[in-house]
């Protein structure tokens, strides 16, 4: 070691160490102590502390290098290939590792998956969910030829106003989808190869939706947009720009129960559940996330991003400017992204004014825009979840390059592209739907939440989205996650009802669930109320 | 300054070696400088990297493998695309492998069935179908493409719609079997050559490697077993672990098909090594003689379903339907587990409900189908006849194919050295000077170098007249350089 470093050193003067008072080197023996002395009086003044800028650090990390590589050899089983390249044996349980031949011969079950796939086969949804939604297919509500059957609560759609939607497409159908231009049918231009980040038209007509679901107070740019197959793939694509396997984000519970598939099932990505509480009107707090972002740290995760649904999922309640302000802060100072998914921006009732990230970003100027991005989609605000629409708005370049090179797995059907254009673009009708929409939604929330008033069940207070959020924790039998998920049960069972429990949501206060009032019309409201007195009168 | 290194260099030369223990008393200043400097870029450089917003590796990386001549011709193409009466000079696209020659047949269809586009039979269709975002798919809709593909097959196999996964095109199936077959760090071997997107879709989100397996033109290219063991056991050497193979049959880009003994040898292999196998069968619908085409389908069918559950097939309609843009692509797998997981996993590439509803009805209307089969057959063969003709009299040999949008030609002959660079010059050469873009087989990964894929479809019969006299003017002008 010694004669490369004197080769390889730089001129003498400039390596020469400069800690206080020296120890004498010890005198370089001769003969054949000689070579020894080379090597062991370096490695003395190394760790003496003497080693140099170069030297005193390489060295150590080359011993320490070593030794790491020694332990592992010794440590691990003797296998026949010592080169294996380090594999992912991160969280998912793994599948013992043996070389296939190895199992020649023996009974083998057939050709395993990854185990990717074996905790993605065990894993969420849950079998509460599936349990209700099941019932509820089998023996769905309808007021006059089923009257009794299920009614479901836990799955949101809005049907409120889609007696527009399909005026609309009556009229239009013929031509919403063929170029007109070119005299009539021409499916070339429809079939080949397109984007696949989507038409330039369709994000023309979506930034100018947008720009009218948030009444004007911010105009988006349609060349920041990237168009996926619904809003679920634009979190898990965002979630591969953004972070590496095994790193975090931190998102507010309770939370839409989906977050925890898109970010990890194929990304990665944890979710890092930061509480809210019901004092707080389940808002998240900057300490709450400083909290979660230290532990988060200690158990050794890195924390990538903040992503927060505004509407919020399951709560319903819009967040407040200062709070977005201050979260840009949070995240300045933790050098981390922000992820607002405002899917629900368009389906606001409430009187108090949606703020979105782009309008905060809109009034902060010395904010880094770069590391704020923001989720939408069409499913909500104007009811075509079949049709798979969903975008990612980001201020960052580099991101938008690589999003778009991704949605190659997931872009939107031409057509459906080509009747979204025709039918955004018809602003009278937009104007008009948004409007309805919005005070047929008023109406509805108003109408159930006077109705679980009544019953003696409050609901927090909520400006938007398709669900009530109502404390339900007075007719449990115990406050506990079983209390909960038995009086679930019972809803289900007696009362007929398929809601979404708390825990669903990952809510660390046991008894709120959440009701979605968008499928239903005024006439359901008081056959609900009727069932839940069913079980609830009973207490 | 001077002096204090003289002094210093003294010092050493006196016999003490150990110059890096010497302390301060020459006074090497220098060294505080330096020392500082260092420092000092040190924290430069994380206060730089503090403030670029850190990305993850993935987007920070070349995974994507968007570099290669591949997506250059592309480029090229796309700022100066060839146009009959507008830009006569244009670059002509002989990389793209897209089917146009059959889109009056789906005009035709559609203006005769409204009902397919709009929702002429009652409003209430179109509620539940905006509504329906069930991963499972609309039933009519796999219903539809598993009688599809039986009839592709010549109805010599079954195909269940309850084993159909639906994915927005055949890219995100082969993603999808890969996230579930596959860990990070596992590895796929793949045929070579092959198509150059798998670099990207097999590899570039999932974390898993690809192996090639080298075939040579000696036998036509043709996989064999020897091929298929060498290649596993490079993989197993490299410290891999194999988690299946993937072929393609018909083959991009030979534009040939597998033949019924390979088939069952390369099952036997997947089989005696416990790995999976995943035939994608895109191109199914384009052979141009039906009985030539064997799916991996028949074969598991006829082993009365022996080791299915390692099989796994893809397919989408954007090839033999020639409907790219509409992003319909499934999985037919054998194993339950696979189905069940990737059904889950489709949420993040589920396909329009509109789109599904449209190409149910049309998709299971016997007539058309059979109609547009046979016709879409029938002229591919055309085109593929004239191009191969047409090569032939520039003086350039294809190999034999017998399906898909493309030729697999050999231009060894016009290589100035036979090497992966030499066949890049010539692909920069004809993609600059004749004005075409064509597909390198180095981007294949091909051992041998020379070969070139030529697409055929995605073009008017005039337009493919005007590339071919290029081509020939071309060969002419190389065999004279090369005489003198």
């Known amino acids: ?539 | 300054m001077l002096e204090t290194k003289q002094a210093v260099k003294d010092v050493s030369r006196r016999g003490q070696r150990y110059w890096w223990l010497r302390g301060e008393e020459e006074g090497p200043r220098p060294f505080h400088f330096s020392f500082t400097w260092f420092v000092a870029c040190f924290l430069k450089l994380t206060t730089m990297a503090k403030s670029c917003m850190p990305l993850s590796e993935l987007a920070t990386s070349n995974t994507h493998g968007e570099d290669s001549p591949y997506f250059a011709g592309w480029k090229a193409y796309d700022e100066e695309p060839y146009d009959a009466a507008e830009n006569p000079s244009g670059v002509i696209q002989m990389g793209l492998a897209e089917n146009q020659v059959s889109f009056d047949l789906l005009e035709e269809y559609l203006e005769q069935h409204p009902e397919a586009t709009g929702w002429g039979c009652g409003i209430s269709g179109f509620r539940e179908n905006a509504l329906f975002q069930d991963y499972h798919g609309l039933r009519a809709f796999r219903q539809a493409m598993a009688t599809f593909m039986e009839k592709i097959r010549g109805e010599r196999a079954k195909f269940d719609p309850e084993r159909i996964v639906l994915t927005a095109g055949a890219t995100a199936a082969n993603e999808l079997l890969t996230f579930i077959l596959a860990d990070p760090g596992d590895c796929v071997l793949i045929p070579a050559p092959y198509y150059p997107g798998f670099d990207r879709d097999l590899r570039w989100r999932t974390g898993a490697n690809i192996i090639p397996v080298h075939c040579n033109s000696s036998n036509g290219f043709q996989i064999t077993t020897q091929n298929l063991e060498a290649a596993f056991a490079e993989a197993v050497a490299m410290g891999f672990r194999v988690r299946g193979v993937l072929i393609t049959n018909p083959s991009n880009p030979l534009g040939t098909t597998i033949s019924r003994p390979v088939l069952e040898e390369i099952l036997v292999f997947a089989a005696r090594n416990d790995i999976h196998l995943i035939s994608d069968e895109i191109y199914s619908g384009s052979v141009f003689s039906p009985d030539e085409f064997v799916s991996m389908a028949e074969i598991v069918e006829e082993r009365g379903y022996k080791d299915c559950e390692r099989v796994h097939v893809v397919y989408s309609l954007s090839k033999d339907l020639g409907l790219p843009g509409f992003r319909v692509g499934a999985i037919y797998s054998y194993n339950d587990r696979v189905v069940t997981t990737a059904r889950k996993m489709s949420s993040f590439t589920l396909v329009s409900s509109q789109t599904q509803k449209m190409l149910a009805s049309m998709l299971s209307d016997r007539v058309f189908v059979e109609n547009y089969l046979e016709t879409n057959r029938k002229r591919l063969k055309e085109r593929h006849d004239y191009i191969v003709e047409g090569l032939k009299d520039a003086g350039i040999e294809c190999l034999r194919g017998n399906a898909g949008l493309f030729c697999w030609m050999n231009l060894a002959p016009l290589l100035k050295e036979t090497t992966r660079e030499g066949e890049l010059e010539l692909w920069k050469l004809i993609l600059q000077e004749v004005k075409l873009n064509i597909t390198p087989g180095s981007s294949c990964h091909c051992s041998e170098a020379g070969w070139f894929r030529v697409c055929f479809a995605n073009m008017s019969q005039r337009t493919l007249e005007v590339a071919l006299r290029r081509m020939r003017n071309f060969t002419e002008k190389m065999m004279m350089i090369k005489e003198n």
Request: with cysteine; proline share 6%; hydrophobic share 40%.
């Open chain 1, 1 to 539: 070691m010694n004669p490369e470093a004197e080769a390889k050193a730089p001129p003498a003067d400039e390596e020469a160490t400069s800690a206080g008072p020296l120890a004498f080197p010890p005198v370089a023996a001769r003969g054949g102590g000689a070579a020894a002395m080379r090597l062991i009086v370096p490695l003395q003044g190394i760790v003496q502390g003497r080693g140099g800028l170069v030297l005193g650090s390489l060295i150590p990390c080359a011993l320490f290098y070593f030794l790491q590589i020694y332990l592992k050899r010794n440590r691990s089983s003797p296998s026949p290939s010592s080169s294996s390249p380090p594999a992912d044996e991160g969280e998912l349980p793994g599948i013992v590792r043996t070389l296939s031949r190895a199992s020649l011969g023996s009974a083998r079950s057939p050709a395993a998956v990854s185990s990717r796939a074996v905790s993605i086969a065990k894993s969420s949804d849950s079998a509460a969910y599936f349990v209700g939604y099941k019932k509820c297919s089998e023996d769905p509500y309808h007021p006059l030829d089923n009257p009794d059957g299920v009614i479901q609560l836990g799955l949101a759609e809005n049907h409120l106003s889609f007696d527009l939607i399909e005026g609309w497409f009556a009229t239009n159908s013929k031509n919403s989808w063929f170029d007109e231009r070119q005299g009539g049918l021409n499916i070339n231009g429809l079939a080949t190869y397109q984007p696949s980040d989507g038409l330039m038209e369709l994000k023309m007509a979506i930034a100018g939706f947008m720009g009218q679901v948030v009444q004007g107070s911010v105009s988006f740019n349609p060349s920041r947009i990237i168009l996926t197959a619904g809003a679920t793939s634009a979190i898990e694509i965002l979630s591969f720009c953004l972070g590496d396997h095994g790193n975090g984000f931190l998102v507010p519970s309770p939370y839409y129960p989906g977050y925890d598939r898109n970010t990890k099932w194929t990304a990665g990505i944890e979710v890092i559940p930061v509480p809210c509480r019901s004092t707080d009107n389940f808002s998240f707090s900057i300490a709450a996330l400083e909290r979660a972002y230290d532990q988060a740290k200690k158990r050794g995760v890195k924390v990538r991003a903040v992503l927060f649904s505004n509407p919020s999922n399951p709560v319903g309640n819009l967040l407040q400017r200062k709070l977005l302000h201050d979260l840009l802060d949070f995240a300045t100072e933790k050098n981390i992204h922000v992820i607002a998914d405002e899917v629900f921006a368009g389906s606001t009732y409430g009187n108090e004014e949606f703020v979105s990230m782009a309008e905060i970003l809109n009034s902060d100027d010395e904010f880094d825009r770069s590391r704020v991005h923001i989720i939408y989609s069409l499913s909500k605000d104007l009811s075509v979840p079949g049709f798979r629409t969903g975008l990612i708005y980001s201020f960052n370049d580099q991101v938008l390059s690589v999003a778009s090179k991704l949605t190659r797995f997931s872009s939107i059907s031409a057509p459906t592209q080509r009747l979204l254009i025709s039918m955004l673009t018809d602003s009278d009708f937009i104007t008009r739907y948004i409007k309805v929409n919005r005070s047929r939604l008023r109406a509805m929330h108003a109408l159930f939440v006077d109705g679980l008033k009544q019953l003696g069940i409050k609901c927090v207070k909520s400006g938007g989205g398709f669900y009530c959020w109502a404390d339900v924790s007075q007719f449990m039998k115990s406050y506990s996650e079983k209390g909960e998920f038995e009086l679930w049960k019972e809803m289900l069972d007696l009362a007929k009802i398929n809601a979404t429990p708390g825990t669903a949501c990952h809510c660390i206060e046991p008894g709120w669930f959440r009701f979605c009032f968008t499928t239903l019309t005024e006439k359901d409201v008081p056959v609900i109320m009727e069932r839940f007195k069913r079980i609830f009168d009973s207490r």
